[in-house]
């Protein structure tokens, strides 16, 4: 028994030990991507928090620090803004007796006159938690000024901190003017920094790379010239598209995995899902297809992509996004389930518009699970009845895969009970969405799934 308490006490110990060392970690975009995401969903900091192994204070100042304010114009708040404004029939404060025009209907009456029966709404979000915008319902209807969270932002503001709080000399003139006739004679000399170090540790008040920082910064006598190893070996590149820890090349699955997913269903069991992939047709680079398919009647879009890469994939997300229009996008493609291509590795711009704002929540499945997304994969047999595997794309126009997708999606389905994708969509989706995708309903007699379909 005392065995079982001395091991539990323990364990005990290395969980404080491990979320205090957490705790000491400054937050990374993923955790503002995080908190920003929680924000619009209405989370509070506490709940914040605990996920993230953080004081709630922590993401009080973070949001506090880090938010952009977005100033109504003057004619909103003066006018637009006014509980008065449905009702208000004022007219001629300009003094013009003549005027017929309402004086909220006339911009030059109200940029130049201050109205007597003012009574202007005001809102305190701002000023207590969460102090922002993000999940108010109310945001495109209010008139008065805003707070935003955008972590991109924040990040970049970090980062700019970051940077300038290490810029410059972090020694008196005197301090510097002594390290430097202590060290510029031994490396003129040749000597190496490790030599150096090894000999004078006790008396050099900075570390090793702060003093390869200052001969970068050329405030000593001696400069890289006199290093020998400084200026043999040249920078390394760094492989962007390839980063070199395992940890980096994961994290856009931060809080994006299909557990995550399964958890947000549960708490969102209403949530319209959407599955996303693309098909290939040959291995060389080339144009190729995206496919997205809504799980609850199995109607599916076809995207034709120039060339299978994230900026493709996004440039056709933004499109779909401005063709659907953003309350439809917003509405119906809530959450978007995918694999783990490499086209796929950049929630971040998936998730927000162009601008900066959310529109949908991107999860991934795990590795070797296509089973997750099985409903859109066995979709892709009917895409491959008429496009065979190895097949080039090259000659094919978006017109004629909105043809393609408008036969697959004309197909009756055991699955469905008999019912074409097309029939459930006019049910469970808006019935605009098909015709600003570019497809048509085909008669069941004149549905093709062969390679003559799209034979010039």
Excluded at 101 to 125: F, H
Excluded at 426 to 443: H, Y
Aim: net charge positive; charged share 25%; aromatic share 8%.
């Amino acid at each position: 028994m005392l065995h079982d308490c001395i091991g539990y006490l323990s364990a005990g110990k290395d969980y404080l030990m491990a979320n205090k060392k957490k705790n000491n970690r400054h937050l990374t975009l993923t955790d503002r991507t995080y908190i920003e995401q929680e924000l619009v969903r209405g989370s509070s900091f506490t709940d914040i928090a605990k996920v993230l192994g953080k004081d709630p204070s922590t993401i009080s100042k973070e949001v506090k620090l880090h938010f952009e304010v977005k100033t109504a114009s003057a004619v909103a708040t003066e006018c637009r803004n006014c509980r008065n404004y449905p009702t208000c029939n004022i007219k001629h404060l300009c003094g013009r007796s003549t005027c017929s025009i309402k004086c909220k209907q006339c911009y030059r009456a109200l940029k130049t006159y201050d109205c007597p029966n003012v009574d202007l709404i005001t809102c305190d979000i701002p000023f207590k938690p969460p102090y922002i915008c993000n999940g108010c319902d109310n945001r495109s209807l209010c008139h008065t000024e805003k707070h935003f969270y955008y972590a991109k932002k924040a990040q970049a503001e970090y980062e700019a901190t970051l940077v300038n709080s290490r810029v410059g000399i972090n020694l008196t003139p005197e301090e510097l003017s002594d390290l430097d006739k202590m060290i510029s004679p031994l490396i003129i000399k040749g000597q190496p920094l490790s030599h150096i170090f090894a000999v004078h540790a006790d008396d050099i008040p900075v570390c090793r790379r702060t003093l390869y920082n200052y001969l970068d910064q050329q405030v000593f006598e001696a400069k890289n010239l006199d290093l020998h190893r400084r200026v043999r070996y040249k920078k390394r590149r760094v492989n962007k598209h390839t980063p070199g820890s395992k940890n980096l090349k994961q994290i856009y699955r931060n809080r994006r995995t299909y557990k995550d997913f399964e958890v947000y269903m549960e708490h969102h069991p209403d949530a319209s899902v959407v599955e996303l992939d693309t098909v290939k047709g040959t291995r060389e680079a080339g144009k190729c297809l995206m496919t997205l398919l809504f799980r609850s009647c199995n109607f599916m879009i076809i995207i034709l992509l120039p060339r299978c890469t994230q900026e493709a994939v996004i440039n056709a997300i933004n499109g779909l996004y401005d063709s659907i229009t953003p309350r439809l996008f917003k509405k119906y493609f809530e959450v978007i389930l995918t694999d783990n291509g490499a086209e796929f590795k950049n929630p971040w711009d998936i998730e927000k518009d162009s601008n900066g704002r959310h529109r949908c929540y991107l999860f991934y499945c795990d590795p070797y699970a296509s089973n997750q997304k099985g409903k859109l994969e066995k979709n892709h047999e009917y895409i491959r009845y008429v496009i065979p595997k190895g097949k080039s794309m090259q000659n094919y126009t978006q017109a004629d895969i909105n043809k393609l997708a408008s036969h697959i999606n004309s197909t009756a389905r055991d699955g469905l009970n008999g019912a074409t994708p097309f029939a459930l969509a006019n049910i469970l989706i808006d019935k605009r969405i098909p015709i600003l995708t570019g497809q048509f309903e085909v008669s069941p007699d004149d549905v093709m799934l062969k390679p003559e379909l799209l034979k010039k």
